[in-house]
């Protein structure tokens, strides 16, 4: 008998579009709801972290402003970026257009540095907080807060749309027609955008944790020395106590932020695995981190589960 084989395509009007794949149901679906899930649960964690910091009014300090600030970049990746990924990944075709092609890849930046931002912000905050204890509701007030996430947010609005205006284009290869298909040549423009929005804010954030480290461990030597026993020195280590807490929380946060985009620098390194899957590593492993932040919350701040308890059973509108 003749075997014929009807090859289907993305656009059937032309021939030079992507081939359409027929996935395995089965695998297709479950990997569809797991994302849709990490996408879900992404959102709802990181919206309850923005009802408590806004709603509560004893949570308004300018530690938890920074928090809030990373939450709401950390919605905008469950909201778009992770399900505009899922589909770009599981699916051959791309049916939504070059302008939300464009869309989503800008968010994707804007969330990235958004985040460095916020982490630099925390780094800055932690070090005046354990370095400077007793000076530091002097210096680090919520209006400045306020002023600098603003400044933040602007700076990284403008910059990545002025790079991805003038620097970056989307290309329909004449292989695979309407193609989401995003095109960054290496040169001086990229170099220094790997510079501005990588390698200066780590070395930054390393730096301050480092010092802050430092800090708090001969901090935590007086605690335990018969020579801490004068006045001055015990209001220090009382005053910085907490503070030193907050630290190592939020150290726990930057460490998992590096712990999930590592991969997506060094993806050269990781070439010797499948396409498939170093498309979602390097696709998903950062995506995730906006997942975990809202549960470190969860873990170290009692008041995120009290808050969270309120909101839950909807009594946080009592008095």
Known sequence: AELRVYVQYCF????SSCRKTSPLTSIYLILYIFFSVISAVTVFLNILVIISIS??????????LLILSLAVSDLLVGLIVIPATTIAIMESCWSFGEYFCVFQFY??????????????LISIDRYVAVCDPLSYHSKITITRMMCCISITWCCCTIYNAAIIKNF????VPSRCLKECFIVEGLNWVTIIDLLL????????????????FVVARSQARKVFSKEAASVSCVQTVQASKSERKAAKTLSIVVFNY???WTPSLFLFFLSFLSENVSLLIISFL????SLINPIIYAFFYPWFKVTAKLIITLKFRRS
Do not use: E, R
């Open 12 to 15: 059937q009007d032309s021939n």
């Open 55 to 64: 709603h509560f009014k004893q949570l308004h300090t300018p530690t938890n």
């Open 107 to 120: 968010i994707s930046c804007l969330c990235t540095s958004l985040s460095l931002g916020n982490l630099v």
């Open 168 to 171: 970056v284009n989307v290309q």
């Open 197 to 212: 929005k990588t390698v200066v804010p780590c070395s930054i954030i390393i730096t301050l944790y480092m010092k802050i």
């Open 258 to 260: 590096f712990i999930c």
């Open 286 to 289: 950062p995506l995730v981190n």
